[in-house]
T-cell receptor, first 112, second 109 residues
Framework: IAGITQAPTSQILAAGRRMTLRCTQD?????MYWYRQDLGLGLRLIHY???????GKGEVPDGYSVSRANTDDFPLTLASAVPSQTSVYFC???????????FGDGTRLSIL | GQNIDQPTEMTATEGAIVQINCTYQ??????LFWYQQHAGEAPTFLSY??LDGLEEKGRFSSFLSRSKGYSYLLLKELQMKDSASYLC??????????WGAGTKLIIKP
């Protein structure tokens, strides 16, 4: 079934550890996005990529990095996790920037 | 600044009609999206408006007024499965989505 796959589904992580959240799509979409969702707040864009080989910073990029080596994969890395990064992380993709975004099932991350 | 406002929570009765309002302020505008999100799940796309007027899609309709910075989502013949959060998002001049915090819709029998 075509779509977006995120891994892991959930993770508990000690503060200071490095963590990479994986995101893979098989729809050949050009644009990909990473959001975090916190209670009472709207989805906030962390980083995005309009096409393979390019990335950009969103609203809340500090403490996170991304890469887009190919069309399908868009991993998000927390270099040194802090408790404020406890959140639900969603990866999304769209055919182009002005098209509807399709979301993965999310990664629930807790930093202790 | 950029901002999206929508009610935090609404309650409606099964079989009835409910309208969820959204006002937006963005730097440029490239359309208004509505998404549905059930608890613990991913958002799913419902509708997209870029021109003024009403777009109807089955039991769901979405309206846009660009001059007023206003949109609404209309849900008819409510079913229990419609209990979810409804997210309003406006696309700015950089084609980035600015998201509201979501409206939690509670359907009562």
């Amino acid at each position: 079934i075509a779509g977006i796959t995120q891994a892991p589904t959930s993770q508990i992580l000690a503060a200071g550890r490095r963590m990479t959240l994986r995101c893979t799509q098989d729809m050949r979409h050009n644009a990909m996005y990473w959001y975090r969702q916190d209670l009472g707040l709207g989805l906030r864009l962390i980083h995005y990529s309009n096409t393979a080989g390019t990335t950009g910073k969103g609203e809340v990029p500090d403490g996170y990095s991304v890469s887009r080596a190919n069309t399908d994969d868009f991993p998000l890395t927390l270099a040194s996790a802090v408790p404020s990064q406890t959140s639900v992380y969603f990866c999304a993709s769209s055919e182009r920037g002005n098209q509807p975004q399709h979301f993965g099932d999310g990664t629930r991350l807790s930093i202790l | 600044g950029q901002n999206i406002d929508q009610p935090t929570e609404m309650t409606a009765t099964e079989g009835a009609i409910v309208q969820i309002n959204c006002t937006y302020q963005t730097s440029g505008f490239n359309g208004l999206f509505w998404y549905q999100q059930h608890a613990g799940e991913a958002p799913t796309f419902l509708s997209y408006n870029v021109l003024d007027g009403l777009e109807e899609k089955g039991r769901f309709s979405s309206f846009l007024s660009r001059s007023k910075g206003y949109s609404y989502l209309l849900l008819k013949e409510l079913q229990m499965k419609d209990s979810a959060s409804y997210l309003c998002a406006a696309m700015d001049s950089n084609y980035q989505l600015i998201w509201g915090a979501g409206t939690k819709l509670i359907i009562k029998p």
